[in-house]
């Protein structure tokens, strides 16, 4: 079936603009997760999703950042005002449930860079 | 969970060796340890979930093992080919369902 899908691919930005990153998760996933890699650095949890429930903003660096996802489906991640150190692969994970030992299925990432 | 390290930041084996990584956590508030295979230009790909102390899965040449008391995972790899080059990643969870990933270690294999 198909997999966690994730566009675009690749964008690149003005500093201080915009961006919205969507995340599209396996039908039937009803956990959603965002991470980050920004270079020379490992996975950086964002913003986790379940259903209905209050989203888990816990990793979101700062108030730029926000995230909607709309019942089980699409997903968006918005930056705004964007710096350089935004510049990173953003990833979306989804999973069966909201389950510690449930295995995350992840996108192929979108790679962001703020010029 | 934080403080996940994951030993050697790389490694480079020729094909055929045998090799292991190790991921190291806070055994407090442990629930489940994750491992992950993520490929150059691909999405990360799920390799193992462990919960009980002495687990040990397998999957092909790879196996994983745990010990949730002294707070370590070890992955093994038998017999390594070239397409297992990638980065192993590691991450714990604890009461949250959020993974904490460590940095990974990058294995190439060569001829």
């Not at chain 1, 490992?42 to 989203?55: H, T």
Request: charged residues 20%.
């Amino acid at each position: 079936g198909a997999g966690v899908s994730q566009s675009p691919s690749n964008k690149v930005t003005e500093k201080g603009k915009d961006v919205e990153l969507r995340c599209d998760p396996i039908s039937g996933h009803t956990a959603l997760y965002w991470y980050r890699q920004r270079l020379g650095q490992g996975l950086e949890f964002l913003i986790y999703f379940q259903g209905n429930s209050a989203p888990d903003k816990s990793g979101l660096p700062s108030d730029r950042f926000s995230a909607e996802r709309t019942g089980e489906s699409v997903s968006t991640l918005t930056i705004q005002r964007t710096q350089q150190e935004d510049s990173a692969v953003y990833l979306c994970a989804s999973s069966l449930a909201k389950g510690r030992s449930y295995e995350q299925y992840f996108g192929p990432g979108t790679r962001l860079t703020v010029t | 969970i934080l403080n996940v390290e994951q030993s050697p930041q790389s490694l480079h084996v020729q094909e055929g060796d045998s090799t292991n990584f190790t991921c190291s956590f806070p055994s407090s508030n442990f629930y489940a340890l994750h491992w992950y295979r993520w490929e150059t230009a691909k999405s990360p790909e799920a390799l193992f979930v462990m919960t009980l102390n002495g687990d040990e899965k397998k999957k092909g040449r790879i196996s994983a093992t745990l010990n949730t008391k002294e707070g370590y995972s070890y992955l093994y790899i038998k017999g390594s080919q070239p397409e297992d080059s990638a980065t192993y990643l590691c991450a714990p969870t604890g009461t949250a369902s959020k993974l904490t990933f460590g940095t990974g270690t990058r294995l190439q294999v060569t001829l």
